[in-house]
């Protein structure tokens, strides 16, 4: 009995990947059903930056209680009383979580204020206060691999015991209605029609300083997003620096009910304030030039269609670097440095015990998001131009040259209680593995080994392309064409229980959460070659130098062949319950 009770008690003082209960969230669960309303044709034609002001928000409700089916209607009529019920919202949270292949355990415990208020008809607020204690900071939790902390908090010196003792404070403030606005804060966002893990701007990234404004019509509509970033160094993800920016802006046309389609780009930089880029009608690309093209580019395009009833088919393509001059003499084997994504949605126009179906595979090409800036190889600088927010890429959530697959189903056998089955195919290789010992490969490996603090060789977004030697791969693109590929497996489920609103006005959410994981090849994101003094005092161009140079670099790809192998069987396991009052 005394064991039971434990095993209660701990579900009651845990939560597994917990929602905020603020519109300036994302991750709020509003967003989870709001996928299904997008799929189901009750709600279309949105803005590309999420999370939205409370106005658009409160229409969106408005919508589906006014078209969706009884079950639906239901389910907006909660979110509508939790987000406009009541300013104020407090509790409590936190997380509960285990890994078998360590034996790790995680426990989180938050206190919490979350706050909704419509000014008047033009302005609105809503924000979210956290204080945790936990005792593993984001970069070391027990979640599976392509996968993210869902905390906004930054290590400090404040601790107690095992547990660190940090606050996290998400907020936004929106001018404008519902169609026209201005929305700025520090929250985390996410960018384009795949919401999740999308391959521009995805809201696993940990919060940020942002500025979003739309103009949304029927048949036309123009988003512009600016993101106060956090940089770091190439070689050390734990250490920030300040003065890092990414902007997009976009234009989107539909010309017909079930087609739309939209032209974006975005910049990164760093190191200055540039206000060329807070111009809306202007192109990135263009204004680029005026600053020497000192900046990290991106150009792309992105669709959805709508098929049939209940389907939906989306797609984004951003593209890096390209080479033109080969492409439109359809040479195809070039220089693509590209990530895009492609998704297919169903979901039944009348509600029932299946709710939701999707399938999206996203793939990225080697280098793309691994910027660096041309006039400095120290990999001990901070990085401006890496596709980076606190170490972590704010685009697809995948190291570069990897694809995924990630199947999900939403099955609700209570209008209240969602069941999310997932499977995940992911495959990375390291594209150093593909350099030969010929030509400028040669003396690229040579630099990688003789240059102390100048190269990272992990094959991660932070191995950039840009050698003493010149790009590598510039122009090719062995897309997970190396011999040694990592294959990562993941099968599993997510249950979570809302209760409905109780006499007190509180609300209760009881989750469990479990990922079965195979990881093949689990080391491949080690560096494959590493400085040699040695081979520092080697002359590179002299005959003897070079055998002895390339025996060496044959030696650590061995080594590094050797050590990267193997298979890792994984459990994550997580449990929880949330109250907010």
């Known amino acids: 009995m005394r064991q039971i009770t434990a095993v209660l008690l701990a579900l009651t003082l845990c939560a597994a990947t917990l929602s905020a209960q603020v519109a300036a969230d994302p991750l709020d669960f509003f967003y989870d059903d709001l996928t299904v309303w997008e799929t189901m044709g009750i709600v279309r034609d949105l803005p590309a930056a999420r999370p939205y002001p409370l106005p658009l928000v409160k229409r969106i409700l408005s919508e589906v209680m006014e078209r969706g089916d009884s ?86 010196n404040a601790k107690a015991g095992p547990f660190w003792i940090l606050p996290s404070l998400n907020s936004s403030l929106a001018v404008g209605t ?30 940020s300083g942002q500025w979003n404004a739309a103009v949304n019509r029927e048949k036309w509509a123009f988003n512009f997003s600016f993101y106060a970033l956090t940089a770091t160094s190439d070689e050390d993800q734990e250490t920030y620096y300040p003065e890092k920016y990414l902007a997009i802006h976009s234009l989107t046309v539909r010309p017909l009910n079930w087609l739309e389609i939209s032209a974006f780009e975005s910049v990164m930089y760093g190191g200055r304030f540039e206000p060329l880029y807070l111009l809306p009608a202007s192109a990135f690309m263009i204004s680029q030039g005026n600053t020497g093209f000192a900046d990290n580019n991106f150009i792309g395009g992105m669709f959805t269609v709508r098929p049939a009833e209940g389907v939906k088919v989306d797609g984004m393509l951003v593209a890096d670097d390209l080479s033109f001059n080969d492409i439109i003499t359809f040479k ?20 029932g015990f299946f709710t939701l179906a999707s399938l999206d595979y996203t793939m990225v090409t080697p280098y793309t998001y691994s910027h660096k800036e041309g006039q400095t190889l120290d990999s001990t600088a901070p990085n401006y131009q890496s596709f980076t927010h606190a170490g972590n890429c704010v685009g697809a959530a995948l190291e570069p040259n990897s694809d995924r697959l990630n199947l999900k189903v939403k099955l609700r056998p209570l209008d209240a209680m969602d069941v999310d089955i997932v499977g995940t195919l992911i495959r990375h290789g390291n594209v150093n593995e593909s350099l030969d010992f010929e030509g400028a490969d040669y003396m690229r490996v040579y630099q990688y080994m003789s240059a102390e603090d100048s190269y990272v060789t992990d094959g991660s977004v932070n191995n950039s392309s840009g050698t003493g030697a010149g790009h590598a791969f510039f122009y090719s693109t062995p897309f997970l064409t190396q011999q040694t590929i990592q294959y990562v497996w993941q099968a599993g489920f997510d249950v979570t229980a809302r209760l409905p609103k109780l006499k007190t006005g509180g609300l209760i959410v009881f989750k469990l959460g479990y990922r079965f994981e195979v990881d093949v090849n689990p080391n491949v994101g080690r560096e494959m070659y590493v400085y040699d003094p040695a081979i520092a005092a080697l002359d590179p161009t002299d005959p003897g130098d070079r055998t002895t140079i390339e025996n060496a670099a044959r030696a650590q790809r061995d080594a590094w062949r050797a050590a990267v192998g193997g298979t890792v069987f994984n459990n994550y396991i997580s449990a929880g319950m949330e109250y907010f009052y």
């Not at 070039?334 to 509600?351: D, H, M």
């Open 178 to 207: 519902p169609d026209t606005y201005f929305n700025a804060g520090m929250m985390r966002g996410s960018w384009g029609p795949i919401h999740d893990t999308g391959v521009l701007f995805g809201s696993q990234t940990l919060h």
């Open 332 to 351: 195809w084997d070039t220089k693509w440095r590209i990530a895009g994504q492609l998704a297919v949605s169903y979901a039944p126009r009348k509600s």
């Open 71 to 156: 079950t639906q209607r239901k389910i907006a009529e909660r979110h509508s009383k939790r987000l406009f019920g009541r300013i104020l919202h407090y509790g409590g949270k936190g997380t509960l979580a285990i890994d078998t292949a360590n034996k790790y355990k995680q426990m989180d415990v938050a206190i919490s204020f979350d706050v909704n208020y419509i000014f008047n008809q033009y302005v609105s607020a809503s924000a979210s206060v956290d204080g945790w204690a936990t005792n593993k900071l984001p970069y070391q939790e027990l979640i599976p691999q392509s996968e993210r902390s869902d905390k906004d908090i930054v290590k400090d």
